[in-house]
């Protein structure tokens, strides 16, 4: 691993247990053995740095929705709601560091003011939404999925699988335990009639 990825990975861990405010410089150069020097060659600063870890995550999430939409076998609308349920679920859980870090209210404060830390953070919630969103109308056109305002039932979704998702992150309950009753709201709040559910 080159010393830029170790000073990004050990950052990730640092900014996502101390936030932004508590994260020192010093500490993360104690944590990599690097100097200083070392840390701000690759970055210009503690922002700087930051920017780099939310581009990262930003980058992760968008390219495995990309690869998770193009290796699924999504029969209609309702099976690419579920899988983007599931997915997102399954993501949360294998990069807990990085989404205990977007969990966080500093990366909001800080979009307030950075157009660049908005962008990034917009890219990644975008992508959720859009995937929820995308499957509502595919499931529209395919009769699985009844006659909703799609975005506006994509937000209300994003909202409790994040929801659940959080639980996980920090360590309230555990996400699995709710997923079956999970689908079955998703099922309840978006089937059409005319759709014989699963089971």
């Given at each position: 691993?080159?010393?830029?990825?170790?000073?990004?990975?050990?950052?990730?861990?640092?900014?996502?247990q101390k936030?932004?405010?508590?994260?020192?410089?010093?500490?993360?150069?104690?944590?990599?053995?690097?100097?200083?020097?070392?840390?701000?060659?690759?970055?210009?600063?503690?922002?700087?740095?930051?920017?780099?870890?939310?581009?990262?995550?930003?980058?992760?999430?968008?390219?495995?929705?990309?690869?998770?939409?193009?290796?699924?076998?999504?029969?209609?609308?309702?099976?690419?709601?579920?899988?983007?349920?599931?997915?997102?679920?399954?993501?949360?859980?294998?990069?807990?560091?990085?989404?205990?870090?977007?969990?966080?209210?500093?990366?909001?404060?800080?979009?307030?003011?950075?157009?660049?830390?908005?962008?990034?953070?917009?890219?990644?919630?975008?992508?959720?939404?859009?995937?929820?969103?995308?499957?509502i109308v595919?499931?529209?056109?395919?009769?699985?999925?009844?006659?909703?305002?799609?975005?506006?039932?994509?937000?209300?979704?994003?909202?409790?699988?994040?929801?659940?998702?959080?639980?996980?992150?920090?360590?309230?309950?555990?996400?699995?335990?709710?997923?079956?009753?999970?689908?079955?709201?998703?099922?309840?709040?978006?089937?059409?009639?005319?759709?014989?559910?699963r089971g």
């Open positions: 691993m080159s010393k830029k990825n170790a000073i990004l990975l050990a950052a990730t861990e640092l900014f996502s936030g932004y405010e508590g994260a020192s410089m010093a500490e993360l150069s104690r944590m990599t053995g690097a100097a200083g020097g070392t840390i701000f060659h690759h970055f210009k600063n503690k922002e700087d740095l930051f920017l780099n870890i939310l581009r990262g995550i930003k980058e992760i999430i968008l390219n495995s929705f990309d690869q998770y939409l193009e290796d699924g076998n999504l029969k209609n609308g309702m099976d690419m709601v579920e899988g983007a349920v599931s997915f997102y679920l399954q993501l949360a859980s294998q990069m807990p560091t990085q989404f205990l870090l977007l969990h966080q209210h500093f990366p909001y404060k800080m979009a307030e003011t950075n157009p660049v830390c908005r962008d990034y953070l917009e890219s990644i919630y975008n992508c959720l939404l859009d995937n929820f969103e995308k499957g595919k499931g529209q056109k395919d009769g699985t999925i009844e006659n909703v305002p799609a975005r506006k039932c994509a937000m209300i979704l994003f909202s409790m699988v994040d929801g659940i998702a959080r639980f996980n992150t920090y360590q309230l309950y555990n996400a699995g335990a709710l997923y079956d009753e999970l689908i079955m709201m998703c099922r309840k709040m978006l089937r059409s009639d005319a759709y014989a559910p």
